[in-house]
């Protein structure tokens, strides 16, 4: 049925995502994502004696890997967003972003080894691109920016860069929604995320047991919740993306109606998060979101 939510296995994907955190992008539906590949391992560690203060970029790619990376940077720095982006975590006063490729998962994307200072402020995050990433469309129910581009390269509208590049930004946007959440809050939803999943598969799914309530409420909501928030930030990165990158084609419209429908079936709670994005452009964007 359309816009229903698979719970159970979404939990349990959940509690993937949260003991490694950080969730995989992939062409699959997330409930299909097998265990054990949803991120990057977590660093939430403390920095050592000695470490750099100051932030930059490292690009760590394979030289089989650099005609192409370099293609997909070009294609993401081709929009105002997409530099100002790099540059504030090129020249960032502490935030190191490592950007890499991971073979083992070629048409998708991952963001984690996340690591703080003693102040609790985020120090380290790592990209890792998939060597195909170019290629392959996320599911539209929790990628309906990524999901709308499809039809649109069938037609030779737009390049596999383009999406790519818009794979970029959402990664972009994990980093920037992860910089911005408190640690303490972080390493509680890790610590959480398992024990309420346990309580639900022995519960019968009763998502109304009081311990399960409790534990939402501590960690800010439970985990499918949490997760999706986390996907949609990613999303709306994304959206500021390809706002700047399709502003002067002819099928911008028919690109933001077709996310519009999307959120709206699927993500009607988070609706206003994409629709001040394709707003913010003014006139041009008046055909969505009225």
Known sequence: MKGTRRFSPLLLLASFFWLAPSPRLDARPPANLPAGEASLPARTTSPEPGAPESGSIREVIEDRYKSRYQ????????????????????????????????????????????????DGELIEATIALGSQVDQGYPSSVYYPVMNALEPFESKQLIGGSVLAATKIAHEFGHVMKIAGTPESLYRLQVQLVPVYNKIF????????????????????????????????????????????RVAKERFHCKLFNKIKRTVEEYAKGYEERFAEIAKSQGASYSCSWR
């Open 201 to 244: 598969l022995s519960n019968g799914y009763n998502t109304s047991d009081p311990r399960l309530e409790e534990l939402a409420l501590k960690m800010g909501g439970n985990p499918v919740q949490i997760w999706e928030d986390r996907e949609y930030w990613g999303e709306a990165n994304a959206m500021l993306f390809l706002r700047d």
């Open 71 to 118: 293609a997909w940077k070009k294609e993401f720095l081709s929009t105002d967003i997409g530099r100002a982006q790099w540059e504030m975590y090129a020249h960032h006063p502490r935030l190191v972003l490592t950007i890499t490729i991971a073979a083992n998962n070629p048409n998708g994307a991952a963001t984690g080894k996340y690591k703080w200072n003693h």
